[in-house]
């Protein structure tokens, strides 16, 4: 057994395929497969739920069955990898002080912790993005267009 | 309706002050989107299409497909100045574009590429014009069972958006299945995979997928990235855009080319307009005299490709505005853009719908001497956008995401699951899963679902009423050789060919 096949994104990815494939077939068998009208709302998941676990296990066979080639591998960029994460995580806060804060202090929250930590500016220069970007959106959306931004307790 | 009457109706539509004003639009951001590398068309139109439902329908589609062609007349810009595609249509843009740039031409380059695209863009729109009726007219003996041989169809077509992995575009596109699924079932009233959860009760909506999977996705992957950009400068002034006559006549052919491929290609869902761009630069290097001076900067190297990319629209929305069939991720969001004012993309759009279906068309002619305009004058201002920092254009990105989720249903939830998909929409790109196969599932799914039912309704569980009808019969067996063609070894040697000169 190859180890290194264990930690491969396809074989990782194909595993948690194959589970959302049972997943949905165990979750859909418990629907009318077939009525007397025609087909129940188990009927199209159940195959394509079999159809993902299928896919899913060839992927992985493919790759254990491929002939084991020295192929160079590029190098992980963990540094890009732990800014687009840091980035993704500070959407997901900024979603979540949205119901608290509204949108324009969520988003120039946001603004803030991107170009300041992501970006690596100046605070200043983050400060002025974060304010001036956040305002810009309050008066073309709000203002002018008439759009519903989420407000917070704060009222804005 | 004939073609005569719907065209000068159109016309009547698109010239209304306020559509000719959301068609600049259209193009401008399509333009400015175009030339911005990581942001695409179906990010851009996913994230302003909540803004456009106070418009009507006729004005909003004339926008959003402003922004769809406009991008491709803008994808040229960066291909030429940075050796970097602002649209996967413009990669071949790249090979002679670049050249000519370097040896001091990137004018002729640009002006090339901005009359490539018009004279292709208006033979694209020409051919729609005139073909899209006869196909309507012969789609409207279309029922369930058709319909669904349709849908499989479109889905078979997956193969050719799979990269270089058919079993991950298949994955990708059950996923996008499944996703559809999610939400009460119309016909028995039963709740499918809603965890429980009240907001997924209505299903998930297409935006939020849309913009999770393409604009967020896309933001995560060029932060990742971390490129800087180094543009080359753009002679001031039109004298200096304008190619010579000795480039115009060696383009002769590959305006025609670039036109007919890139219609030919853009029928065809799933092919797309990355294809008709290499198919084209490939016809043009067979049938040159000196094809070993290609891609050392020569404008028919610009001229095919640019050309093909843009009359690819015309043929795009062939199958999406007569059969309801979208071609690829951007045709797709049209699609739902259309469903969500109303109007049922199909054979009878042009009966029920004509201001929408003609007033699109006409857009589309209007539209198109409108880049032209903006093109030649203004590449220099356009390619300063190019110089706007990330730091900035970033959050704004995930501004307009927010405030585009947030507008569909007014509600905070959506804005957790655009999150959730974002993340979905880098790891795919990660791990080399092709995002527009989902959104085709995502698109499709439902419909196909909806047919496959009726028909098995209508033949009280008979499978057979699929492969018995001959119309019905002929799509599932063109759907199961293409679904079948990846076993061909020839066919595998193009596919991989195509995909190793687009990476």
């Known amino acids: 057994m190859r180890k290194y096949l264990i930690r491969d994104g396809d074989v990782i990815s194909g595993a948690a395929i194959a589970a959302l494939g049972v997943y949905i077939i165990s979750v859909a068998a418990k629907w009318d497969y077939m009525s007397i009208e025609g087909p129940g709302p188990g009927f199209f998941p159940i195959w394509y739920g079999i159809a993902m676990v299928v896919l899913s296990l060839a992927l992985i066979g493919s790759k254990y069955l491929k002939p084991a080639v020295a192929v160079e591998r590029e190098p992980i960029d963990w540094p890009g990898f732990s800014r687009a994460f840091a980035t993704w995580l500070g959407f997901v806060v900024c979603a979540a002080l949205l119901k608290p804060l509204g949108f324009t202090i969520s988003f120039a929250l946001l603004c803030f912790f991107l170009v300041a930590y992501v970006f690596r500016r100046p605070l200043r220069v983050a400060l002025i993005t974060a304010v001036v970007s956040s305002i810009a959106f309050y008066l073309v959306f709000s203002v002018a267009l008439n759009v519903s931004l989420p407000t917070g307790l704060v009222g804005f | ?503």
């Open chain 2, 1 to 503: 309706m004939d073609v005569i009457n719907g065209l000068a109706h159109g016309f009547g539509v698109a010239l209304m002050p306020v559509n000719l004003m959301w068609c600049f639009v259209g193009c401008f951001l399509g333009t400015i989107v175009g030339i911005l590398p990581g942001l695409g068309p179906a990010a851009t139109i996913a994230m302003l299409m909540p803004l456009t439902y106070g418009m009507g329908p006729a004005s909003g589609i004339i926008m959003l497909a402003g922004i769809y062609y406009g991008a491709k007349y803008g994808g040229s810009t960066t291909s030429i100045l940075l050796n970097m595609p602002g649209e996967s249509s413009s990669v071949v843009t790249c090979l002679d574009g670049y050249q000519m740039a370097r040896r001091g031409r990137a004018g002729a380059a640009l002006g090339i590429a901005a009359i490539a695209s018009f004279i292709a863009g208006s033979f694209g729109i020409f051919a729609l014009t005139l073909v899209a009726p006869p196909i309507a007219a012969f789609a409207l003996s279309f029922s369930s069972p058709e319909y669904f041989a349709l849908m499989f169809l479109g889905l078979a077509l997956v193969v050719l958006l799979s990269g270089d992995s058919l079993i991950k575009g298949l994955i990708a596109l059950l996923i996008g299945l499944w996703l559809t699924s999610i939400g009460t079932d119309l016909f028995t009233t039963q709740s499918r995979f809603t965890f429980g959860q009240s907001s997924l009760l209505g299903g998930v909506d297409f935006m939020i997928v849309a913009i999770g999977v393409f604009a967020i996705a896309e933001v995560l992957s060029s932060i990742k990235a971390g490129e800087e950009t180094q543009v080359l400068p753009v002679p001031k002034g039109l004298r200096n855009l304008l190619p010579s006559m000795a480039e115009l006549k060696a383009c002769r052919f590959a305006f025609a080319n670039g036109s007919i491929t890139g219609f030919i290609i853009g029928v065809l869902p799933g092919a797309g307009s990355s294809i008709a761009s290499f198919i084209s630069y490939g016809i043009e290097k067979a049938v040159s005299k000196h094809p070993e001076k290609f891609g050392t900067g020569i404008p028919e190297g610009v001229a095919a490709p640019e050309g093909a990319n843009n009359a690819d629209t015309g043929g795009a929305l062939v199958p999406l505005l007569t059969l309801g069939i979208p071609g690829g991720g951007t045709t797709a969001i049209l699609l739902s853009a259309l469903v969500l004012w109303g109007v049922k993309p199909g054979p009878l759009m042009m009966q029920d719908s004509p201001d929408v279906f003609w007033g699109l068309v006409a857009s589309l002619y209007i539209g198109n001497v409108m880049l032209l305009v903006l093109n030649l004058p203004m590449v220099p201002l356009f390619a300063q956008i190019l110089r706007i920092p990330v730091y900035i254009l970033h959050p704004l990105i995930f501004g307009i995401s927010i405030i585009g989720a947030y507008s569909v249903s007014s509600n905070l939830f959506d804005i957790g699951l655009l999150a959730g998909f974002g993340l979905l929409g880098y790891v795919m790109s990660v791990l080399k899963y092709p995002v527009s196969p989902l959104i085709l599932g995502f698109v499709l799914g439902d419909a196909m679902e909806r047919a496959l039912r009726q028909s098995l309704m209508m033949s009280q569980g008979e499978l057979s009423i699929l492969v018995s009808r001959p119309i019905s019969a002929a799509m599932l067996v063109i759907a199961v050789l293409i679904l079948l063609s990846p076993l061909l070894p020839r066919f595998r040697k193009l596919r991989r060919d195509a995909i190793a000169e687009e990476g």
